[in-house]
């Protein structure tokens, strides 16, 4: 079974600071792993994904993750925060085995933005 | 293109009801998925449809159920509706076919289910 755990539920960052948000995954076979966005009344936006190619992933709005497979990790990072980054994030993973196993999801981490 | 439009937004219903809620997916897309998000709980999976068919379901009762049609669109329905089904409930569309675990999954704005 996969699963996914993101330690605190809560980050708060200076606006300007750098951004570290951790996921840390379970998974028997090569993992597909997913960080999303959702801001209020909205639904999921996908920052970045990784399939097992590049290690170091690139997204939108100036957010990257490294899949690290010694440490089960695959943490989102963005050097220098803005206020607009303020909302909830999402790591989440499927595996490669096929059929359609939705998505598992960690429990999110609401991002605070201090000005 | 169009993303994926969920409607209604927001319901209001009470214990014992039943409810459908409907799901456009993007314009080619073929699978749709089902999700529920709550704050004790946060995102879970519900279901999957390809093709008109159900291929995989989450661990929910069978009071949960959803169709797919000919043009993708997907519907869900909770019948015998209970306090703790109140949620926000998000449907995602990708383009499907085997593999589908690197398929992105786009998601929609979701509806909003509160059960009184």
């Known amino acids: 079974a996969q699963s996914v755990t993101q330690l605190g539920s809560h980050v708060s960052v200076s606006e300007g600071a750098l951004v570290l948000l951790r996921c840390n995954y379970s998974?028997?076979?090569?993992?597909?792993l997913f960080w999303y966005v959702q801001y209020p009344n909205q639904g999921l936006q996908l920052l970045l994904k990784?399939?097992?190619?590049?290690?170091l992933v690139k997204g939108i709005n100036g957010f990257e993750a490294e899949f690290k497979k010694s440490e089960t990790s695959f943490h989102l990072t963005k050097p220098s925060a803005h206020m607009s980054d303020a909302a909830e994030y999402f790591c989440?993973?499927?595996?490669?085995?096929?059929?359609?196993?939705?998505?598992?999801f960690g429990k999110g981490t609401h991002l605070i933005i201090q000005p | 293109k169009a993303g994926v439009t969920q409607t209604p937004r927001y319901l209001i219903k009470t214990r014992g009801q039943q409810v459908t809620l409907s799901c456009s997916p993007i314009?080619?897309?073929?699978?749709v998925s089902w999700y529920q998000q709550t704050p004790g709980q946060g995102l879970q999976f519900l279901f999957e449809?390809?093709?008109?068919?159900?291929?995989n379901k989450g661990n929910f009762p069978g009071r949960f159920s959803g169709r797919q049609f000919s043009n993708s669109r997907s519907e869900m329905n909770v019948s015998t509706l209970e306090l703790g089904d109140s949620a926000l409930y998000l449907c995602?569309?990708?383009?499907?076919?085997?593999?589908?675990?690197?398929?992105?999954?786009?998601f929609g704005a979701g509806t909003r289910l509160s059960v009184l």
């Open positions: 449809y390809f093709s008109e068919t159900q291929r």
């Open positions: 998974s028997s076979v090569p993992p597909y």
């Open positions: 989440a993973v499927s595996y490669s085995g096929g059929g359609a196993d939705g998505l598992t």
């Open positions: 990784y399939t097992s190619a590049a290690t």
């Open positions: 314009s080619g897309h073929r699978s």
């Open positions: 995602a569309s990708s383009l499907g076919g085997f593999l589908v675990a690197k398929n992105i999954q786009y």
